[in-house]
């Protein structure tokens, strides 16, 4: 049963490009959360699909945007990149309404952006 | 607003020790809390969550936690330490199991010598 499967593992862009992350979830998942991880620092909340649609999102600014696809899995769009913007970008499945007491996120291993 | 705090930067204990790394939290209503780990160039690993009932969480490797809702804390605890538990663990809380976005602290890295 394959975990949750991000792309690619690793990228350099310039300042002012755009780019595109894209995350598939563990199997029977349905809600997909992004997270930015700066160096050195604990993960924020970018924000999370379900149903296609977004449900949340944290303190980032318009130029971070999403989109999922009736498959569930999901693409981080990141445009006019700033070197702030340099992080690893975590990507985590769930299922909505899981109750288990066994289960979290799951994260993949997310893509490791640097931006030049 | 939530918060999670973690208080130590990095927590150092010998093989075959108790460990205790320490969490606190500021979350409205009733808190869902997490503890996860992370190795070198990999994801969040899901140890335990908190939910509601007992305030002694088992999860996995060993591991348990604490809720203390008095002091409004969270500590990540394992009777006997382990070489291999020596990584990168995050405490994070929010206000709903999986639906709502979680608040992680900075995290704190555990190094266990032989």
């Known amino acids: 049963d394959a975990g949750v499967t991000q792309s690619p593992t690793h990228l350099i862009k310039t300042r002012g490009q755009q780019v595109t992350l894209r995350c598939s979830p563990k199997s029977g998942h349905d809600t997909v959360s992004w997270y930015q991880q700066a160096l050195g620092q604990g993960p924020q909340f970018i924000f999370q699909y379900y149903e296609e649609e977004e449900r949340q999102r944290g303190n980032f600014p318009d130029r971070f945007s999403g989109h999922q696809f009736p498959n569930y899995s999901s693409e981080l769009n990141v445009n006019a990149l700033l070197l702030g913007d340099s992080a690893l970008y975590l990507c985590?499945?769930?299922?909505?309404?899981?109750?288990?007491?066994?289960?979290?996120?799951?994260f993949g291993s997310g893509t490791r952006l640097t931006v030049v | 607003a939530q918060s999670v705090a973690q208080p130590e930067d990095q927590v150092n204990v010998a093989e075959g020790n108790p460990l205790t790394v320490k969490c606190t939290y500021s979350?409205?209503?009733?808190?869902?809390l997490f503890w996860y780990v992370q190795y070198p160039n990999r994801g969040l690993q899901f140890l335990l969550k908190?939910?509601?009932?007992?305030?002694l969480v088992k999860g996995s490797y060993g591991f348990e936690a604490e809720f203390n809702k008095s002091q409004t804390s969270f500590h990540l605890k394992k009777p006997s330490a382990l070489v291999s538990d020596s990584a990168l663990y995050f405490c994070a809380g929010g206000g709903n199991t999986n639906a709502g976005k979680s608040t992680f602290g900075d995290g704190t890295t555990l190094t266990v010598k032989p």
């Open positions: 979350v409205s209503g009733n808190p869902y």
């Open positions: 908190y939910i509601t009932g007992d305030n």
């Open positions: 985590a499945s769930s299922l909505i309404r899981d109750r288990n007491p066994n289960y979290g996120y799951t």
